[in-house]
């Protein structure tokens, strides 16, 4: 992108404001003095303003959207069309066509009735009418190609409005802020800059002052093309380097054939195991459906009951076992008393029987 000087915007009588009788209050921050009953603008924050407003056409125009350019203004019109018409960027530079952004759509079906008529003359349907109904046709034709030619290829809302005089243009401004439309303007000191995104001070009368901001404005629209073309190129380029070259012979392709053996036996191996693993996986994992949870939540106040009866009923087994044990214990006790006896005598008898030998 050049680089603005204000020499340059001196010369082309960018500074020249209205008369002081004639200004607006909110322009007070871009006017540097008054001289003869004129504002002079100051071109410093001119030139401040154009290059922060070519930055972001810039970034518009490489990002794909359409910019469109508005002035209707007599002194305005074929320079704007001549500049424009370069970097093919849609334009207006007739009346105004109410509703042409917020009834988009009743637009599209005019350009789409020229583009009819032009189909109508390519396959010679046109040469069959009469001689009136094809003066009519022509007219029309005519009509279209005037107030709507440069936007033939504006399929859908441009990303950016740029104005000459938004005071003229105001149908424009008022449209493209219902539908959050940024507005690039160029704002002489007559004008309310409070309606505009992006503010460019300027004389916007002088046909020199005029053609000089939109050659800078189209240089910054013309660089985001060539971006754009750029970044499309190298995505090219990067996806044909990823294309793999096949080769033309079979002798040309065995050496890669072979060496593609080994990966192949790899990535059979490394599938099997995979293939595997999802296997197991699937098997360890059980799918719960709804009627499975529906059934636990019904079983599982019976398991907490039987839960809370089991203890009772061990409770009630401990007695006899206690019983039991009780028993169990006194029983060696009385087994001994009764044995101690039985062994005097066996003592006794054993006694006898010596004596009597």
Request: overall charge negative; glycine content about 4%.
């Amino acid at each position: 992108m050049s680089k603005i000087e204000v020499k340059d915007l001196l010369d082309a009588g960018v500074h020249f404001g209205h008369l002081t009788r004639k200004w607006n209050p909110n322009m007070a921050p871009y006017i540097y003095m008054e001289r003869n009953g004129i504002h002079i603008i100051n071109l410093y924050k001119s030139v401040a303003k154009i290059e922060e407003a070519n930055e972001a056409l810039s970034k518009i125009a490489a990002s794909g959207r359409k910019i469109l350019f508005v002035a209707t203004k007599k002194q305005a019109k074929d320079i704007v069309s001549e500049k424009v018409a370069n970097v093919n960027m849609p334009y207006i530079t007739e009346r105004w066509p109410g509703g042409m952004l917020t009834n988009f759509v009743t637009i599209r079906k005019a350009v789409k009735k020229m583009a009819a008529i032009d189909k109508m003359k390519a396959d010679g349907t046109f040469n069959t009418l009469s001689k009136k109904e094809k003066l009519q046709v022509d007219r029309l034709r005519a009509k279209l190609e005037k107030n709507l030619g440069s936007i033939s290829d504006m399929t859908r809302l441009p990303g950016a409005l740029f104005i000459v005089d938004i005071r003229r243009e105001h149908i424009a401004v008022k449209e493209a802020q219902k539908l959050n439309i940024p507005i690039f303007a160029m704002v002489d000191t007559n004008a309310d800059p409070r309606d505009v995104d992006y503010v460019i001070p300027a004389n916007d009368d002088a046909s020199k002052s005029i053609e000089k901001i939109m050659t800078l404005v189209t240089e910054a629209v013309a660089e985001g093309l060539k971006e754009r073309q750029k970044d499309k190129a190298d995505a090219d380029a990067a996806a044909t380097e990823g294309e793999v070259v096949a080769p033309t012979t079979a002798e040309e392709a065995a050496p890669a054939v072979e060496a593609a053996k080994p990966a192949k036996k790899k990535t059979k191996a490394a599938k099997k195991e995979v293939v595997e693993e999802v296997a197991a996986l699937e098997e360890a994992v059980e799918e719960v459906t709804a009627e499975e949870v529906i059934e636990e939540a019904k079983a599982a106040p019976v398991e907490a009951a039987a839960k809370a009866e089991k203890p009772a009923k061990a409770k009630k087994a401990d007695k006899p076992a206690k019983a039991k044990k009780a028993v169990e214990a006194a029983a060696p006790a009385e087994v001994v008393e009764t044995e101690e006896p039985a062994e005097d005598a066996v003592e006794d008898t054993d006694e006898e029987t010596k004596e009597e030998k």
